[in-house]
């Protein structure tokens, strides 16, 4: 548990995610690291049904947290971090309250992930109801907790794998001496996730049963 | 009542002791009287003040007036006071010195004014010569005095000797519930039926071992005076003293793979470790008899925790488990035997091992205690679930998981449950090692006589890892090599092996063959015997031409166009050389191209080895040193006697 | 004012009870003296007088005799006038008489025998002292070396450095004390944070936390540094669940704990005196604060194979790669 950073890629004209993937685990292969087991990210946007006193929010669920679920409400504003932590307990709650709350969308991301000494690098595709929607990169420090600090190893990094400048300053969230925490995380995954949703709103469709029985088996 | 008790009752002292002389006199502060504690409560209550009130101003007015006046506040006499004391003191002290002096055992003259002042006491100063008449009606007195209170003390020893004697009597006479008593102090008794039985196992303590761990307590009825009315009647396995021997044997590298593990017939033990658990007291007959079973139980339970491991862990090196073996090879020589041997107790039977050729540690032993008391204690404490509703038997660190949260390795990490078996194997192979290395070093030592070797052992080892500082230094040239060398180390023994990390950062890995180590030290010497040389060259002024890693090239002092005389060193086959440049007399055909003579370098010179070994010094350096002063005065006296 | 006036009258009560009975003592002290004197000039004499002429013994006998109970009389007046001087009035804190030492020159049986018993540890200690003074010869003996008396080894001016007195510390008080002395070092209480845990004897676990950057766990013997663990910031959470039996999960620090190690070996066994090594160690930990940021000063890169510059120069402190590093 470190600073960690997603960053997503831009595709070039004409290249479909795979392709994006494909240059990606080349890069990340130039700069020394390895594979290291797969990963998986499995986000669900929660709606409200009454929207005057209560809020949408989406859950998270992760390969790299085993034990917890987080629950983060869908906030316009960008730097309150307001993510709470919950135990597994937490999803059949949720299936209690599905009068109060109905789930409307899952996101998921998986991918193959890559170690390069204390780095963990995780490239992967976003998908919403069968259909790719974008390519994340996420790189986390375990070392450091102060983004801060360790920043200049963020660009140098970032900068080689995702083939472009980046900011010479960590993201707001991080900035100013906070100590990270797994939630700045969900954070950052939930603004791409809400950004793709506004923008594909209309392309919804229920997840199909075959691929919940191979996520179930690979589980 | 005859055995009535006569009890002296004193009143609570009232008086403070000030001080006790060295005679034993107490000088008493009496208590103050209710005329005084009135007088002090008076003093306390400053009238003054409402006086001062009143007149403020004119006080102040006489203070501005006479500041010299408002001094006194400081208690001038209060010197004066402090000196008077200080000489009474003195006075008082020289009085002390005299009244000790005298042998004056009656106390100082208030205690006894019934004596005339002008008669002297002839105790004082006595001379045999003078010792008149007059002194012998005291001796009188005082001979009748001392024979009355040996008659006294006679009479009391009396009385005090009767009753220890009774008392002895009544000790002597075997009382089962006494002994039931004792017995309940070590042990858990209760009561089933007509028997009363004990409980031996580790239970309570968080143990769920299964065997049976019960005894009976029997009252001998009919047993004479000197024997114990209790007895103990064990179960027959419970008989056995046992214990675990834990060897370490040097074996093939195949070893594993032979069928047959009788035909071994030579097996050289490396070392050895019995898991006894013995203490020195020796207790009662049957007392002892229960703590050794107790510890066989104890055993017992090890053997079989270790058992159930050994058939569920599955290694890459395989363990085997034979009967009341377990055997496995944790280095390619070299086999783990962890033995349970088992013997019929004995009332003051010794352990039945030889010494002489076995060495002991008690890391191991006490590593695997520590290791079952560990899993005992886990078992036995187990936290409650909280909130209430949540998985019984998490640990508090489980629990916080989820909300804390940790990531994958970390939860990894705490679900990994490692075997004691697999402890034992790791903390087995770093004793070993560290055994190898301990060895290896001694050896090394021993053999190579002439830079130092200092190794700095650790107090606070860990069962699997220990680092030891190692340090070079040649004798007499310590300076020359903190300045120049960089020759020490620091050696971490691991489990698979070890690594040397040196002074510039470098790691040498290190396998489980010590040879390596050997091979990496013998390097450092060489090459901290040439640096050290190149620490001294700079100090007596001769100048390093060049130098590498166990080369040297040296220049002398002279600031001579001739640069005859160089010393060269280096260091081949494990050995140091060294060579002399030498101007040739009968010179060889000289060059028609370079004419110049400063060339004459290139061909007049030629290079002699240098058999160091036979000049005159305590090692290398000190050699060195020698042939280098001589040297400089050769070379010196050749450049002025041929400018 | 009414209370100094009232306080002075109270001394001047007390002097004037005080003064008479010092003289008088003083007095009975001279005669005391006095005789004394006479009687022992009088025994050195013998019998043999001034002018040569010779007394009978007998009379000689009883001219000591008297001379004696003068002597006694004297001290029994003074021992009286002693009683009568206030008590009360001193101090209520006993003096030392004297040396103890002093007690087993005395002639009388109990007081040898007192001093005997009282003080078992006095030989002791006598003994120790001694043996400590010989070794004390026979190190600085062996200690001199041509090289520490060479010229250049000496700093210029000519001035021998002198050591510091060595500290002896016998209690987790006294290391306390001894811990931030030196850490006196400036500034360094800002960057780092140390911790204290108590071990076996005198040995003690630091755990120094370098600025949000890592632990550094630190097993002391004295003052001497027997082992570095350096770990990640998180990775324990509280100083006594320290594992020292594994290095760290992560491979940078892993990396650091040989360098350190490598440190250690280099300011120990230097010239420097085990405090100023341990100082210099502390100084060379509380470089990797920049650990995370600071670029390599050979190459200018942060990452090297996914490790940023892990090396910190012993002299000048310096972020270099491992790789980059000069010696």
Same mark, same amino acid.
């Given at each position: ?43 669900? $946007? ?6 005057? %006193? ?7 669920? &992760?390969? @790299?947290?085993?034990? /917890? ?49 204390? $780095? ?6 976003? %998908? ?7 390519? &994340?990169? @996420?790189?986390?420090? /375990? ?5 801060d ?39 950052q995954?939930?603004?791409? $996730?809400s950004r ?24 | ?52 009130d ?30 008077i ?37 002839q ?10 008449p ?44 006494q ?18 039985l ?17 005894f ?12 114990c ?115 019929p ?58 909300t ?65 500082k ?30 040397a ?99 004459k ?43 | ?25 003083l ?46 009389q ?61 070794l004390?010869?026979y ?19 000519g ?44 040995t ?35 100083i ?86 000069s010696?």
């Amino acid at each position: 548990m470190g600073v960690t950073v997603v960053f997503q890629w831009e595709l070039v004209d004409g290249q479909t995610h795979q392709q994006a993937i494909q240059e990606l685990h080349g890069r990340i292969n130039n700069t020394g690291a390895v594979q290291e087991g797969k990963f998986y990210y499995e986000s669900k $946007f929660y709606q409200a049904s009454d929207s005057a %006193t209560t809020r949408d929010f989406y859950t998270l669920k &992760t390969s @790299e947290y085993p034990v /917890t679920v987080f629950a983060r409400v869908d906030d316009s504003t960008k730097d309150k971090n307001s993510c709470i932590q919950c135990d597994s307990p937490m999803e059949s709650l949720l299936v209690k309250l599905r009068e109060f709350f109905t789930p409307k969308r899952t996101f998921e991301i998986r991918g193959t992930r890559f170690k390069l000494a204390d $780095f963990w690098i995780r490239p992967g595709i976003v %998908t919403s109801s069968g259909s790719n929607k974008c390519v &994340t990169i @996420e790189i986390e420090y /375990t070392p450091s907790y102060f983004a801060d600090d360790c920043w200049p190893l963020f660009s140098e990094l970032g900068s080689y794998i995702l083939n472009r400048q980046i900011d010479d300053k960590p993201p707001t969230l991080m900035e100013n001496n906070k100590q990270f925490n797994p939630g700045m995380m969900v954070q950052q995954y939930v603004e791409i $996730f809400s950004r793709k949703a506004t923008t594909q709103a209309n392309f919804q469709q229920p997840m199909k049963q075959e691929q919940i029985q191979a996520y179930n088996t690979q589980m | 009542m005859q055995n009535d008790v006569q009890l002296a009752i004193e009143g609570q002292k009232e008086c403070f002791i000030q001080e006790i002389a060295l005679n034993g006199q107490e000088t008493w502060i009496q208590p103050m009287s209710m005329s005084e504690q009135f007088g002090r409560a008076t003093q306390r209550i400053d009238f003054g003040k409402e006086l001062q009130d009143n007149n403020e101003v004119e006080v102040k007015k006489e203070v501005e007036a006479s500041p010299t006046k408002a001094e006194p506040k400081e208690n001038p006499w209060d010197e004066v006071r402090k000196s008077i004391f200080e000489a009474l003191t003195e006075v008082r002290v020289l009085h002390d010195v005299l009244a000790v002096l005298n042998h004056n055992t009656n106390p100082a003259p208030p205690a006894n004014p019934q004596q005339q002042p002008g008669q002297p006491p002839q105790k004082i100063l006595q001379l045999a010569s003078i010792s008149g008449p007059a002194s012998s009606s005291t001796e009188q007195l005082r001979a009748s005095s001392v024979a009355a209170k040996k008659k006294s003390f006679l009479l009391a020893s009396k009385v005090i000797k009767e009753g220890a004697e009774r008392l002895e009597r009544n000790e002597k006479q075997p009382d089962f519930h006494q002994e039931l008593q004792y017995l309940r102090q070590h042990y858990r008794l209760r009561r089933k039926g007509e028997k009363i039985l004990g409980d031996l196992s580790f239970r309570t303590a968080g143990s769920s071992y299964p065997a049976l761990g019960e005894f009976e307590v029997i009252r001998d009825a009919d047993c004479s005076r000197e024997n114990c009315p209790l007895k103990i009647r064990l179960p027959h396995e419970l008989q056995n003293m046992a214990w675990l021997s834990i060897k370490l044997v040097r074996c093939d590298i195949n070893d594993s793979l032979k069928v047959d593990l009788s035909k071994v017939t030579k097996e050289e033990t490396v070392s050895t470790y019995h898991h006894v658990i013995s203490t020195k007291y020796k207790q009662k007959g049957y007392l002892e008899e229960l703590r050794q079973a107790q510890h066989s139980l104890f055993t017992r339970e090890l053997f079989s925790q270790l058992c159930r491991e050994v058939s569920c862990y599955r290694p890459i090196v395989p363990i085997y488990m034979i009967g009341d073996h377990i055997s496995t090879q944790i280095f390619p020589d070299t086999k783990l035997i962890i033995e349970l041997c088992r013997k019929p107790f004995k009332a003051g039977d010794e352990m039945p091992f030889d010494r002489s050729s076995e060495r002991r540690w008690f890391c191991l032993e006490q590593h695997l205690t520590k290791l079952l008391r560990e899993h005992h204690a886990a078992s036995k404490s187990c936290p409650a679930p909280h909130p209430t509703i949540a998985t019984m038997g998490m640990t508090k660190k489980q629990r916080i998981a989820a909300t804390k949260p940790y990531n994958l390795p970390r939860i990894e990490r705490m679900r990994k449950t490692v075997p004691m078996i697999h402890k034992i194997i790791e903390a087995a192979k770093h004793a070993e090692l560290l055994r190898r290395v301990e060895e290896e070093l001694d050896s090394i030592a021993k053999e190579i006589a002439e830079p130092n070797i200092h190794i700095h052992w650790p107090i606070i080892q860990n069962p699997v890892h220990t680092s030891i500082k190692v340090h070079f230094s040649v004798a007499g040239y310590e300076m020359c090599t903190k300045q120049f060398g960089m020759h020490s180390m620091l050696l971490n023994v691991g489990i698979n092996g070890c690594t040397a990390i040196q002074r510039d950062g470098n790691i040498v890995e290190l396998g489980t063959d010590t040879a390596e180590m050997r091979r990496v030290i013998e390097g450092e010497l060489l090459s901290l015997q040439v640096a050290c040389l190149a620490g001294l060259v700079r100090i007596i002024d001769w100048t390093v031409l060049s130098s590498s890693k166990g080369c040297l090239l040296l220049a002398p002092p002279s600031s001579s166009q001739s640069i005859t005389g160089r010393v060269s060193v280096r260091t081949e086959n494990r050995k140091i050389r060294v060579y002399i440049e030498e101007k040739t007399t009968n010179s060889t055909p000289s060059s028609d191209l370079l004419l110049d003579p400063k060339w004459k370098v290139l061909t007049d010179n030629e290079w002699r080895e240098v058999d160091w070994e036979k000049l005159a010094g305590a090692n290398f350096v000190g050699k060195m040193d020698l042939m280098l002063s001589c040297l400089c005065k050769a070379v010196t006296d050749k450049v002025h006697n041929n400018p | 004012m009414a209370n100094i006036v009232q306080a002075h009258s109270r001394l001047k009560l007390e002097l004037e009870e005080l003064v008479p009975s010092l003289v008088e003592s003083l007095q009975k002290v001279q005669l005391l003296r006095h005789s004394a004197d006479s009687l022992f000039s009088n025994l050195s004499e013998g019998c043999l007088l001034k002018d040569g002429e010779e007394i009978d013994k007998d009379k000689y006998i009883s001219i000591v005799q008297e001379k004696l109970q003068i002597l006694v009389q004297n001290f029994n007046a003074l021992q009286t006038k002693i009683q009568k001087i206030p008590k009360n009035r001193f101090p209520p804190i006993v003096q030392p008489l004297g040396p103890l030492g002093m007690m087993m020159l005395d002639q009388s049986e109990a007081a040898k025998k007192a001093a005997l018993e009282y003080p078992p540890v006095f030989h002791q200690f006598n003994a120790f002292k001694d043996f400590h003074k010989i070794l004390e010869t026979y190190t600085y003996r062996n200690s001199r070396k041509r090289s520490t008396t060479s010229h250049q080894m000496q700093p210029a001016g000519g001035m021998r450095r002198k050591r510091p007195p060595r500290v002896i510390i016998d209690s987790p008080a006294a290391f306390k004390q001894h811990l931030s002395q030196l850490l006196h070092i400036p500034n360094i209480l800002g960057d780092m944070k140390v911790q204290v845990r108590e071990m076996f004897g005198n040995t003690r676990l630091l755990s120094i936390s370098v600025r949000r950057t890592l632990n550094c766990h630190i097993i002391l013997r004295h003052i001497q540094i027997e082992r570095v663990i350096v770990k990640g910031l998180l990775e324990d959470e509280n100083i006594d669940e320290v594992d020292l039996s594994e290095n760290s999960s992560l491979d940078t620090m892993t990396r650091i704990t040989e360098h350190a190690q490598a440190s250690l070996i280099f300011y120990s066994f230097s010239s420097l005196t085990d405090e100023e090594s341990f100082r210099k160690f502390l100084q060379w930990l509380r470089s990797y604060k920049t650990l995370f940021h600071a670029k390599c000063m050979r190459c200018k890169r942060h990452l090297v194979e996914g490790y940023p510059p892990t090396w910190r120069d012993f002299v000048t402190f310096q972020p270099y790669h491992f790789g980059c590093r000069s010696y």
